[in-house]
């Protein structure tokens, strides 16, 4: 079943190009990772696959009844959200925020949703402490126990590994890996870590402010875009 769809998609800023005619699908199950050099689009694409950014061309389609707030969204880490002073806890439970409608209190399934995914995450032994005297990798677990809060359908993870040790990277890629297996949600990647996205996702976007591949990993490995940018490296 397709989940997301885009046909012909560009985006500008002020009438400046920023990526232009991209057109892919995302199915149940599939781990997508986004490549490509800095500059190429790919975080104005994520907030384009998010509905926070309006496509000057083409369209962004959602199938199986998705709605944007059904998305599981862990962001690039900014220096501020380092810094967060609030405890692993709260932080992960922020990512029911989206689902409380016109209710102002935490429901009681939703506090649930959030100690099974700090449990699935393994951080619950964390859980009173500050998020921002955490390790990197502790953090990203927390990032991504907050976003499993939005989903059980697909996670939109921007550059998930980038800042971490290999071990560390190691780990996430392994967690990002079980999600799919065993609980089913369908992954979508940006990622600088080119051979990481190669070895671990089932298909690649390649843009270079426009699109040079779409298609299985198999098949990147061995196209003209694939040759050039891992015989290169990750940027
Ligand atoms: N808010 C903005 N206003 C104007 N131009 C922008 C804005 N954000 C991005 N751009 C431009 O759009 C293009 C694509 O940027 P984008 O951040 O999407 O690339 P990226 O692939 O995510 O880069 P990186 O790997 O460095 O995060 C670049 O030319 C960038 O300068």
């Known amino acids: 079943m397709c989940l997301l769809q885009c046909k012909h998609v560009s985006f500008s800023y002020e009438g400046r190009p920023a990526v232009a005619n991209l057109s892919f699908e995302v199915h149940e199950g599939d781990y997508l990772a986004i490549v490509g050099e800095n500059g190429a689009g790919k975080s104005t694409l994520v907030k384009g696959l998010l509905r926070l950014k309006k496509p000057v061309e083409g369209s962004v389609i959602y199938g199986d009844r998705l709605r944007p707030d059904e998305i599981g969204y862990l962001p690039q880490q900014t220096q501020v959200q380092k810094d967060f002073p609030a405890s692993v806890y709260e932080v992960v439970l922020s990512g029911c925020l989206n689902q409380m409608g016109h209710h102002v209190f935490f429901s009681k399934a939703q506090k649930n949703t959030a100690r099974e995914n700090m449990e699935i995450l393994g ?102 875009a694939g040759k050039v940018f891992l015989g290169g490296g990750s940027s």
Request: proline share 4%; net charge positive; hydrophobic share 40%.
């Open 123 to 224: 951080i619950s032994p964390l859980r009173e402490r500050c998020y921002r005297d955490l390790s990197g990798g502790q953090q990203q677990r927390v990032l991504l126990a907050r976003a499993l809060c939005a989903t059980r359908k697909i996670l939109l993870l921007d550059e998930p590994v980038t800042g971490l040790d290999p071990v560390v990277s190691g780990n996430m890629y392994r967690i990002i890996r079980n999600l799919r297996e065993e609980k089913k949600i369908t992954i979508v990647m940006v990622s600088h870590d080119v051979e990481g996205a190669v070895r671990e996702a089932s298909h690649i976007l390649h843009i270079a402010g426009r699109q040079m591949f779409f298609g299985t990993a198999t098949d990147y490995r061995k196209s003209p």
